[in-house]
Every structure is written in structure tokens, then in C-alpha cells.
């Protein structure tokens, strides 16, 4: 997501890609005998791919491991390394920069920790982050991710369908729309002083979309509980959409009848709308979403590559929309 600028023009700041990345990098393809990382590796099995991943990119060794089992819903792609996923990250919550989650999101505590989960449902109660943790059986699902500014990144998240959730609770007939609100606390978020948005953060999904196989509550990544500037210890994984709508840190699931309008919409309507699926014929209204920059691939030459309708889960979720305008519910 990105601030208004004065100059229209410029390029995203995604586009220039903090040095300490490509440092990181070389010293990861040092520490891989400089073959692994260099572009030209065969396909490999999500089981691969995450073992090689791990292996070279290594994680927090502090960090509590999760086990998961892999998914057949998981892309075949090489996923992007560790340092990248957890280096580069929107999170605004803690400043508006690439680099400010990793330097500030360590101030969130994690626990105590649960999710409220009400509105219109036969069975409205919280969800300690515990019980979360055991609710369903954890799997990895290694999905596409694409952010709205341009760039996308391959992830292995470990979580559970949302549709284990929302069947607990028995929405009621008027149950429509889902409202995910995260945590807001100005105690341990630096940059909840700056109103980029109203606080708190909230995003949502039709119920159809909410339930749909795809969409994840997510607890984890490449092996082990979620890391703060990632939205621990809970959020949403929604791959077809632009990365905004995955929102983290979640508090608070509200089932409701009307649409509801979304953090970005309210801060800018003619920018983002309700739906927000990745759709490579529908630009942004400052920049083509034709194509992307996939984060760790190669060099500063690479090419970008063409962005894929739904981001690439077009069998899966095209079904939802079938009959709609996605120029005008975009
Ligand atoms: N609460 C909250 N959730 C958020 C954001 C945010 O600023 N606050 N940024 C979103 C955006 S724009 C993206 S691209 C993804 C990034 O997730 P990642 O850092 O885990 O890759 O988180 C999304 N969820
Ligand atoms: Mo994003």
C-alpha cells in the first residue's frame, strides 16, 4: 500500500529495494555455495522447496516450531527466502517504511491473546490464541503473494481453512459480509501516530470468500509461530487478493448483513475497492497492475513478470464472481 504522493510520476517505493536486501542476499548466496540462489533451479515439490529454503535461509532459532502438513493447495514455486519475507514487510501499524516492522515490531506482545469473534452468528465467543493453535489441523500452504504496489513474494504459511472457524460460530442467515479488525494499541505501536488510515486497521471479505478453501488463518511461516513483523500471532492469508487485504494481528472476526466500507477504502475510494483481486487489466489509477517484480528472484535486471488474474488461483476462485463487473467491483 502507499501514501499519496505529490509527485504522481515517481515510482513506487517497492521499486527501490533497500541495499541491506541485496546485501543480505549476497551473503546468502555466499553461504549457498552461490549456485541455489542464482535463478536456474528446476521446479521443486513444496516439500523441497520449503526443506531447501530452510535450509539455506535458516530461521529464528528462538523461534517455537510448528508442524504442519504440506497442502496440495500449495504452488509448485520456489518460495522466497526467509530474510525476505521477514525483512520486507507493510505493516503500518509500526511505520510506513519497508524496514520499520523488523525494527520496531518486537514491541508487540503476543500473549495474552484472543480473538473476539461475534456479530451475526448463532454462537458468538473469543478464541484464546492457544486454543487457535489446536482449533484444526495445521497445514502449509505455500501461496503467491502479490501486493497491490508491484511486487510479490512467495510464502510458506502454516495455518488452517477460515472456514474451520466460521463454522464454530454458526453464522445466521443474515450473515453476509466479514469484518476483520486488528489490534490498534498505541503502547505498542509506533506508528498508530501517524493517521495513514483510521485505526484500527480492518479489512473484509464476502462470506462466500471467507469460507472459500483458500483462504487461511494463518499462524505461522516456514516452520515455526508467526514472527511479529508478520502480523503474529494471527492473520488472514487471502492469496487471489492484493497482499492489503491479508490483514494481521487480528482481534477481532465480525459477521455482519451490509458491506462494509474497509480501512482503504475509507482513506481513498477511487484507489481500492471492496474486492481488490489481483486483476493484471485493471490499473491502479497511478500505475499498471500488468505486471510484477517477484522479491529475491534475481538481479537488479530482472524482468518483471506478467501478474496473473486471480494471481494465479483462477480455477479455483473464479467461480465466486462469475456474472460481476470486476472493472467496477474492483
Ligand atoms: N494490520 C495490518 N495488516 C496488514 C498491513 C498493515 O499495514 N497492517 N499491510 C498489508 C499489506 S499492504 C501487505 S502487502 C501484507 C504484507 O504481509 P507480509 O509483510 O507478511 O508479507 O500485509 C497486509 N496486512
Ligand atoms: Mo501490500
Given at each position: 500500500m502507499l501514501?499519496?504522493?505529490?509527485?504522481?510520476?515517481?515510482?513506487p517505493a517497492s521499486e527501490i529495494t533497500p541495499r541491506a536486501i541485496w546485501r543480505d542476499r549476497r551473503q546468502l548466496i555466499a553461504a549457498a555455495g552461490g549456485a541455489a540462489l542464482g535463478g536456474a533451479l528446476p521446479t521443486l515439490s513444496p516439500t523441497q522447496a520449503l526443506a531447501s529454503s530452510a535450509i539455506m535461509q535458516g530461521g529464528d532459532p528462538k523461534a517455537q516450531k510448528l508442524a504442519a502438513t504440506p497442502s496440495r493447495?500449495?504452488?509448485?514455486?520456489?518460495?522466497?527466502?526467509?530474510?525476505?519475507?521477514t525483512t520486507y514487510n507493510n505493516f503500518y501499524e509500526f511505520g510506513t517504511e519497508k524496514d520499520d516492522p523488523i525494527k520496531h515490531a518486537h514491541r508487540l506482545r503476543t500473549r495474552p491473546w484472543s480473538v473476539k469473534v461475534d456479530g451475526e452468528v448463532a454462537k458468538p465467543r473469543s478464541f484464546d490464541i492457544d486454543e487457535l493453535l489446536t482449533l484444526a489441523p495445521l497445514e502449509e500452504r505455500i501461496y503467491r503473494m502479490r501486493c497491490v504496489e508491484g511486487?510479490?513474494?512467495?510464502?510458506?504459511?502454516?495455518?488452517?481453512?477460515?472456514?474451520?472457524?466460521?463454522?464454530?460460530?454458526e453464522p445466521t442467515s443474515k450473515a453476509r459480509y466479514v469484518e476483520f479488525v486488528t489490534l490498534a494499541d498505541p503502547k505498542q505501536m509506533n506508528g498508530l501516530?501517524?493517521?495513514?488510515?483510521?485505526?484500527p486497521y480492518m479489512e473484509a471479505l464476502r462470506l462466500?470468500?471467507?469460507?472459500?478453501?483458500?483462504?487461511?488463518?494463518?499462524l505461522g511461516l516456514y516452520g515455526e509461530v508467526l514472527p511479529k513483523q508478520n502480523g503474529a500471532p494471527v492473520r488472514l492469508v487471502v492469496p487471489w487478493k492484493y497482499g492489503f487485504k491479508s490483514a494481521k494481528s487480528l482481534v477481532s472476526i465480525r459477521f455482519v448483513e451490509k458491506q462494509p466500507n474497509t480501512s482503504w477504502m475509507r482513506s481513498s475510494p477511487e484507489e481500492y475497492g471492496f474486492y481488490s483481486n489481483v486483476n493484471p487489466e485493471v490499473s491502479h489509477p497511478r500505475w499498471s497492475q500488468a505486471t510484477e517484480r517477484r522479491l529475491g528472484d534475481d538481479g537488479f535486471m530482472q524482468k518483471r513478470r506478467s501478474t496473473l488474474m486471480f494471481n494465479g488461483?483462477?480455477?479455483?476462485?473464479?467461480?465466486l464472481y462469475s456474472g460481476m463487473d470486476l472493472r467496477r467491483n474492483f
Open positions: 501514501i499519496r504522493r505529490h509527485d504522481a510520476s515517481a515510482p493447495l500449495s504452488t509448485p514455486e520456489r518460495a522466497t527466502p526467509y530474510k525476505l519475507v511486487w510479490s513474494m512467495v510464502i510458506p504459511w502454516i495455518g488452517f481453512p477460515m472456514a474451520e472457524l466460521i463454522r464454530r460460530v501516530a501517524i493517521p495513514v488510515i483510521s485505526w462466500d470468500e471467507a469460507m472459500h478453501p483458500l483462504t487461511l488463518l494463518t488461483y483462477t480455477d479455483q476462485v473464479a467461480s
